[in-house]
């Protein structure tokens, strides 16, 4: 279960969302400037919102009543970003060893056999990070992520340097934790197509605001497409607020 709600300021923008969902993945989805990346950062500790309250299954990560805001470091958030962000110094597998030792033997839930198994990286362990290529970059950065051993998986736009082909690779991968380790994923992104085919529980965000929350082709048939790139769709996903 991820229970979101939030208020914060930034500048001229303001973020009030509120949400709670129950499923293997949840796409957050809505034109650049929404409020996605807010709300991700939120949730990992890199925004404190300025009230309202975080909480994955039965860990509460935020609290603004009752002082609660515990630090990155410690929410067990794996984050994937748009770059790989991968450590250019080491290989592809001091990279993953490097998330695994953030964290005593006794607290690994995630093993990293497996991990290497599911993401195909056995036969680029040794290779450096400057070698690889867009897709097996953003393999690595997941790999990295999990090993963490996160109670979350929070994946920011992570798609949008890649062709067509390595989408549907990453995104082939991505379907198998989310069957195999079963770890909640929030991922964002503006992609009608990725949200359509990755999510189960879809919350559209316009202006730093929840306009439609639900199944995703409950939420996708509510809005128009044109939401999520600016054009007239946003009008539609506007008065969807009054079903939310």
């Known amino acids: 279960m991820i229970e979101v709600d939030i208020e914060r300021r930034l500048g001229r923008f303001r973020l009030d969302v509120r949400f709670s969902a129950e499923a293997p993945i ?6 650049s400037g929404s409020g996605k990346t807010s709300v991700i950062n939120a949730i990992a500790g890199i925004l404190r919102p300025a009230r309202g309250m975080i909480r994955i299954n039965d860990a509460c990560l935020f609290d603004a009543e009752k002082g609660i805001d515990v630090p990155p470091d410690k929410r067990r958030v794996g984050y994937v970003f748009q770059d790989a ?5 080491m290989n ?3 990279n993953l060893l490097y998330g ?7 607290e690994r839930f995630i093993d990293e056999a497996r991990v290497v198994e599911l993401l195909g990286l056995r036969a680029l362990l040794k290779r450096r990070t400057a070698s690889l290529s867009g897709g ?8 990295r992520a999990l090993l963490a051993q ?13 062709d067509m082909r390595r989408k549907s690779e990453i995104l082939d991968y991505i379907e198998r934790l989310r069957d195999e380790l079963r770890i909640p994923i929030v991922y964002v992104s503006h992609s009608v197509a990725e949200i359509t085919r990755i999510a189960d529980t879809v919350v559209a965000l316009d202006e730093g605001r929840c306009v439609a929350v639900g199944g995703v082709d409950d939420v996708m048939n509510r809005l128009d497409p044109g939401a999520a790139t600016g054009h007239d769709g946003v009008a539609l996903a506007a008065r969807s607020r009054d079903k939310v």
């Not at 949840?26 to 034109?31: A, D, E, P």
Request: no cysteine; glycine share 8%; charged share 20%.
């Open 150 to 162: 996160p109670r979350i998986l929070l994946m920011d736009e992570p798609l949008t340097a890649l």
């Open 26 to 31: 949840l796409g957050l989805f809505g034109r």
């Open 85 to 89: 962000l991968l450590f250019p110094h």
């Open 92 to 94: 592809v597998e001091a």
């Open 136 to 143: 097996e970059k953003q393999r690595a950065a997941l790999g």
């Open 100 to 106: 695994q030792r953030l964290h005593a033997p006794a």
